[in-house]
């Protein structure tokens, strides 16, 4: 079993390493990444929000309902941590009585 | 061939990374155990996307001179001089929801805990198929 | 960018991930794997993310540290493997 799970392990890596060989440099400037779509927020984010720091400006203006999923997602994290825990005490409780 | 070790060395480290993640969350019995290395897992893929929008010769995402004229004044921005933003911003979210994901995945090993006093994986088959 | 100190961060991330996983004592691998995400926020600062980096220190290595600590501590602390 444990042998499988290596070699299960292996292969995977194996597969990505064969796939990092048609990467792009790391760090090279005319990456398709860095040469797409970005450029159009860099130039344009100060004009549209007023905000010098690009990261907030995408995570709060362009992508603000991005954001609020997020909210959501950790919001029905913190919900589903709470009922478990609260579960677990009940049902000990009943258990007692 | 050295040229190329030298630019892709770090993808390698990353998957390296990534098969201890999942070597632990395959292999090791203990819920913890796995807890750990899913949390691992998800940073080395993290760290891959970080690691596109590196720039050689860049700076942090946040533009010079921006408050010099009142108003946003559009200034001529040199793109190369800045780290490329978008994966900063994607990651960001995923970080925050790594730690959420982790905090539901503990609350569900301290229910297990409760129920069969233990956070081995066979001792808990074992007590499953007991009844 | 640094290259040199680029190895040298991803060489003690590594040491620290495999550290957090082989160590029997689950408090100590949990430490180990704070460790672990300060150097990766250092290895996010080096690349230049700074955003990403001051929120995996507070995030990833402040509040799911503490986490894990209570889960250990409301569960056993030794592990089998």
Redesign the interface.
């Known amino acids: 079993m444990k042998i499988l799970s290596l070699m299960t392990v292996f292969l995977v890596g194996a597969a990505l390493i064969y796939g990092t060989l048609d990467m792009p440099k790391w760090g090279d400037p005319q990456s398709p990444a860095s040469t797409h779509v970005s450029p159009y927020y860099l130039n344009h984010s100060l004009e549209d929000t007023a905000t010098p720091n690009v990261v907030t400006s995408v995570l709060a203006d362009y992508r603000g309902y991005d954001t609020f999923g997020e909210t959501v997602v950790i919001f029905t994290a913190g919900m589903a941590c709470i009922l478990l825990l609260k579960a677990g005490r009940k049902r000990r409780g009943n258990g007692h009585v | 061939m050295f040229e190329f070790i ?8 990353y ?10 969350m ?5 819920l ?2 796995k ?3 899913m ?2 897992f998800q ?1 080395a893929i ?2 891959f996307y ?15 001179h ?2 010099e004229g009142h ?2 004044v ?2 001529a ?1 040199d ?2 001089q ?8 994607l ?3 995923a ?10 995945a ?6 297990i ?2 129920r069969y006093h ?3 994986e066979d001792e808990i088959i074992m007590a499953m198929k007991r009844g | 960018m640094i290259l040199s100190f680029d190895l040298i961060l991803l060489l003690f991330v590594f040491i620290c991930a495999i550290a957090a996983i082989t160590i029997r004592d689950l408090l100590s691998a949990v430490v180990v794997l704070g460790a672990y995400s300060f150097f990766m926020c250092l290895l996010w600062t080096e690349m230049a993310a700074v955003d990403v980096a001051f929120t995996e220190a507070s995030v990833s290595a402040g509040i799911g540290t503490v986490l894990m600590i209570g889960a250990v501590s409301k569960t056993k602390r030794r592990s089998n493997d």
């Open positions: 030298i630019s892709h060395y770090n993808y390698w480290m998957i390296g990374l990534m098969m201890v993640g999942f070597y632990a395959m292999v090791k019995r203990n913890v155990k807890i750990i290395g949390n691992i940073s993290i760290l970080i690691s596109t929008s590196v720039k050689k010769g860049a700076s942090v995402p946040i533009l010079e921006a408050h108003g946003a559009a200034h921005v793109v190369m800045y780290a490329n933003p978008l994966p900063h911003v990651m960001l979210t970080i925050v929801v790594m730690v959420a994901t982790m905090g539901v503990l609350a569900v090993a301290i229910m805990y409760k233990t956070l081995e």
